[in-house]
């Protein structure tokens, strides 16, 4: 899988919108990008995925870039529940496994 | 939204004892199942991947005779860390995927911490 780059940590207020980026210039074609996070001594949660067009549900939105060389996820009203690490990956279409890298670990300030 | 069930969560055990942890997907089928370990302040290491009845595949460094799976139904998978030791105490994770469908999410355990003394 192509890597991903992603800042160490980030922090957000409460209730304020979160942008979570993430550089992946390595990028093929046929790879979806796929964001997970994981919440303190819990096993990840699927959160959003996307392979070109920007994608909306329940938790978040993600924005891919025109050249996909990067992505945003957007948290629009984060919530202490919220505070986690949120990984970035990449995966081909042939459903290989996926490989976490260290993800950005998210704060939410009351 | 499909679950994952693990179990136990939490396994604290003397050194040299060997300990099963339990994967079951419990609303779906589950042709593939994964296992990954995690260290403290780190992210996950994918250890292996199984298919339903057939042998796991595991990935560089992790000894197939230490961690020993078995995914003989489509809703459970097993993971049993034989004779195991303090290096051995770690977060295990696994994960399932059902192979309809292009890119499916994988859906995750919520870990079982293993502590040998």
């Known amino acids: 899988d192509a890597k991903t780059t992603q800042p160490n940590s980030m922090e957000s207020n409460e209730e304020e919108p979160v942008h979570l980026p993430c550089n992946h210039s390595t990028i093929s074609g046929t790879d979806y990008i796929h964001w997970y996070r994981q919440l303190p001594s819990q096993g990840p949660e699927y959160v959003i995925h996307?392979?070109?067009s920007n994608v909306n549900n329940r938790m978040a939105s993600l924005a891919i870039a025109e050249d996909r060389k990067s992505s945003t996820l957007i948290l629009h009203r984060a919530t202490l529940r919220d505070a986690a690490v949120y990984y970035c990956?990449?995966?081909?279409?042939?459903?290989?496994?996926?490989?976490f890298g260290k993800g950005t670990r998210l704060s939410v300030i009351a | 939204g499909a679950v994952v069930s693990q179990h136990p969560s939490r396994v604290i055990c003397k050194s040299g004892t060997s300990v099963k942890i339990e994967c079951r997907s419990l609303d779906f089928q589950a042709t593939t199942m994964f296992w990954y370990r995690q260290f403290p302040k780190q992210s996950l290491m994918l250890m292996a991947t199984?298919?339903?009845?057939?042998?796991?595949?595991?990935e560089q460094g992790v000894e197939k005779d230490k961690f020993l799976i078995n995914h003989a139904s489509l809703t459970l998978s097993t993971l049993t860390v034989t004779s195991a030791h303090p290096e051995d105490s770690s977060f295990y994770i696994c994960s399932a995927r059902t192979q309809t469908g292009q890119n499916q999410p994988q859906h995750f355990g919520d870990g079982t911490r293993l502590s040998i003394l």
């Open positions: 996307g392979l070109t």
């Open positions: 990956i990449l995966r081909d279409a042939r459903n290989t496994p996926l490989v």
């Open positions: 199984s298919n339903e009845g057939s042998k796991a595949t595991y």
